[in-house]
């Protein structure tokens, strides 16, 4: 591991989950097995959900909090930012760190019979993550789904063929499209970009007021 920690299957709940491995890994994970235009990692997948949980609250971070996404305060969050708004972005922004370990796999494939074992590790290391981190509230599986397939719709329209983005369109026909397309980042700025939001959100709103 390159943070120097040993990773025991035998206990994935209590593990010493550190961020800068978890956002390493992810950063150096591609999305779509690989078969993108251009390489697009995992945590530029998370970025993204971010700007699309954003939108679909119609929340103007620059209006209401004076800044963007990742320079607001804690401060001002604490006062103003609506309890289900903080929630469910910290549920956006941390759905996808356990592939830092197990790997980031289709969908499709992850839900066929015979992979029961690969979704329970998968959830342990997931579970072990909130715990970690202070995050006691309960996931909200119905919005990261929803954002999920928006960001699919998008990454598909930009990063796959045509025959493809229209194929994943039609198959999700209930979600609406994002405006907001993925961006394109090198490792090092995507991991700059999520440590931002990473602290804003739960380095000081969870994980230091669970140390007190």
């Known amino acids: ?71 607001v305060s804690l401060e001002r969050l604490d006062k103003e930012a609506p309890k289900n708004y903080i929630e469910g972005m910290v549920d956006v922004m941390t759905h996808d760190l356990q592939e830092a370990y197990c790997g980031d796999m289709l969908s499709t494939l992850k839900c066929q019979d015979g992979m029961e074992k690969y979704r329970e590790i998968e959830n342990q290391i997931m579970k072990g993550i909130r715990n970690k981190f202070g995050i006691t509230h309960e996931l909200r599986e119905d919005l990261i789904i929803h954002v999920d397939k928006m960001a699919l719709i998008g990454e598909a329209k930009l990063l796959m063929p045509y025959n493809m983005y229209t194929h994943i369109k039609e198959t999700y026909s209930e979600i609406e499209e994002s405006p907001i397309q993925p961006t394109i980042r090198d490792s090092m700025e995507s991991r700059i970009v999520y440590k931002k939001c990473f602290y804003n959100f739960i380095g000081d709103y969870y994980y230091e007021k669970q140390k007190k």
């Open 1 to 71: 591991m390159l943070c120097n920690k040993e990773f025991f299957l035998s206990d994935m709940e209590h593990q010493d989950y550190d961020i800068d491995y978890l956002i390493n890994g992810l950063s150096n994970i591609c999305r779509w097995n690989g078969q993108t235009a251009v390489f697009y990692s995992v945590l530029d997948h998370l970025l993204y959900c971010i700007d699309i949980f954003n939108y679909v609250f119609e929340l103007d971070m620059e209006e209401k909090f004076g800044g963007k996404l990742e320079v």
